[in-house]
Protein backbone atom coordinates (compact mmCIF):
# COMPACT_ATOMS: atom_id res chain seq x y z
CA UNK A 1 0.00 0.00 0.00
CA UNK A 2 0.68 3.44 0.04
CA UNK A 3 -0.23 6.86 1.85
CA UNK A 4 -0.39 10.22 -0.02
CA UNK A 5 -0.70 13.29 2.37
CA UNK A 6 -1.30 16.65 0.53
CA UNK A 7 -0.39 20.23 2.02
CA UNK A 8 0.11 23.75 0.88
CA UNK A 9 -3.95 24.53 0.10
CA UNK A 10 -5.18 27.92 1.39
CA UNK A 11 -6.43 31.24 0.88
CA UNK A 12 -5.26 33.17 -2.62
CA UNK A 13 -6.51 36.06 -4.28
CA UNK A 14 -7.07 35.90 -7.89
CA UNK A 15 -3.53 35.65 -10.33
CA UNK A 16 -1.78 34.88 -7.28
CA UNK A 17 0.17 31.37 -6.91
CA UNK A 18 0.34 28.32 -4.21
CA UNK A 19 2.55 25.60 -4.45
CA UNK A 20 1.10 21.88 -3.16
CA UNK A 21 2.92 19.43 -1.70
CA UNK A 22 2.21 15.44 -1.69
CA UNK A 23 4.44 12.80 0.07
CA UNK A 24 4.26 9.56 -0.44
CA UNK A 25 5.02 6.70 2.12
CA UNK A 26 4.67 3.45 2.38
CA UNK A 27 5.33 0.82 -0.81
CA UNK A 28 6.95 3.62 -2.53
CA UNK A 29 9.04 1.33 -5.08
CA UNK A 30 5.60 0.41 -6.57
CA UNK A 31 4.62 4.00 -7.90
CA UNK A 32 4.91 4.51 -11.59
CA UNK A 33 3.06 7.63 -12.08
CA UNK A 34 1.63 10.30 -9.91
CA UNK A 35 -0.77 12.68 -10.43
CA UNK A 36 -3.13 16.02 -9.75
CA UNK A 37 -6.60 15.90 -10.16
CA UNK A 38 -10.04 18.46 -8.33
CA UNK A 39 -13.10 18.78 -7.55
CA UNK A 40 -15.23 21.65 -6.91
CA UNK A 41 -18.84 21.99 -5.50
CA UNK A 42 -21.14 19.96 -7.20
CA UNK A 43 -18.82 18.93 -9.84
CA UNK A 44 -16.97 15.91 -10.58
CA UNK A 45 -13.42 15.29 -10.29
CA UNK A 46 -11.23 16.58 -12.81
CA UNK A 47 -7.62 15.53 -13.92
CA UNK A 48 -5.31 18.18 -13.48
CA UNK A 49 -1.89 17.17 -14.22
CA UNK A 50 0.29 13.66 -14.48
CA UNK A 51 3.72 12.53 -14.29
CA UNK A 52 5.79 9.77 -15.34
CA UNK A 53 7.81 8.51 -12.00
CA UNK A 54 10.64 7.28 -13.53
CA UNK A 55 10.83 8.86 -17.38
CA UNK A 56 9.23 11.86 -16.16
CA UNK A 57 7.11 12.79 -18.87
CA UNK A 58 4.39 15.35 -17.60
CA UNK A 59 0.85 15.88 -19.03
CA UNK A 60 -1.69 18.77 -18.14
CA UNK A 61 -5.47 19.70 -18.72
CA UNK A 62 -5.98 22.09 -20.82
CA UNK A 63 -7.65 24.21 -18.10
CA UNK A 64 -4.41 24.75 -16.31
CA UNK A 65 -1.65 24.69 -19.15
CA UNK A 66 1.19 27.09 -18.91
CA UNK A 67 -0.30 28.22 -15.82
CA UNK A 68 0.51 25.07 -13.78
CA UNK A 69 3.41 23.14 -13.11
CA UNK A 70 4.30 19.31 -12.04
CA UNK A 71 7.67 18.17 -10.55
CA UNK A 72 8.71 15.39 -8.40
CA UNK A 73 11.44 14.75 -5.69
CA UNK A 74 12.43 11.31 -5.84
CA UNK A 75 14.69 11.18 -2.83
CA UNK A 76 12.04 12.71 -0.83
CA UNK A 77 9.12 10.89 -2.67
CA UNK A 78 7.45 13.68 -3.05
CA UNK A 79 5.31 15.37 -5.75
CA UNK A 80 4.79 19.25 -6.57
CA UNK A 81 1.90 21.44 -8.24
CA UNK A 82 3.15 24.90 -8.55
CA UNK A 83 0.32 27.04 -9.46
CA UNK A 84 0.13 30.22 -10.55
CA UNK A 85 -2.11 32.78 -11.95
CA UNK A 86 -4.63 31.29 -10.05
CA UNK A 87 -8.39 31.78 -11.41
CA UNK A 88 -12.15 31.30 -9.41
CA UNK A 89 -12.54 29.02 -10.87
CA UNK A 90 -9.83 26.75 -9.60
CA UNK A 91 -11.20 26.93 -6.30
CA UNK A 92 -11.32 23.36 -5.36
CA UNK A 93 -10.27 20.41 -3.23
CA UNK A 94 -6.90 19.55 -5.09
CA UNK A 95 -6.34 15.33 -4.43
CA UNK A 96 -2.83 14.02 -5.10
CA UNK A 97 -3.17 10.21 -6.58
CA UNK A 98 -0.60 7.15 -7.44
CA UNK A 99 -0.41 4.41 -9.67
CA UNK A 100 1.41 1.36 -9.56
CA UNK A 101 1.39 1.47 -13.66
CA UNK A 102 2.09 4.28 -16.46
CA UNK A 103 -1.00 2.91 -18.37
CA UNK A 104 -3.25 1.97 -15.74
CA UNK A 105 -5.70 3.92 -13.35
CA UNK A 106 -4.93 5.86 -10.67
CA UNK A 107 -5.08 3.54 -7.39
CA UNK A 108 -4.01 5.47 -4.40
CA UNK A 109 -5.47 9.06 -2.98
CA UNK A 110 -4.92 11.84 -0.61
CA UNK A 111 -7.02 13.12 1.61
CA UNK A 112 -7.20 16.38 -0.46
CA UNK A 113 -6.00 20.09 0.61
CA UNK A 114 -8.71 22.36 0.28
CA UNK A 115 -7.96 25.64 -2.79
CA UNK A 116 -9.56 28.88 -2.22
CA UNK A 117 -8.95 31.66 -4.88
CA UNK A 118 -10.72 34.97 -4.24
CA UNK A 119 -12.11 37.24 -6.55
Known amino acids: QVQLVESGGGLVQAGGSLRLSCAAS????????MGWFRQAPGKERDFVAHINWNGRSTYYADSVKGRFTISADNAKNTVYLQMNSLKPEDTAVYYC????????????WGQGTQVTVSS
Open 97 to 108: AAGATSWGRYTY
Open 26 to 33: GNTLSIAK
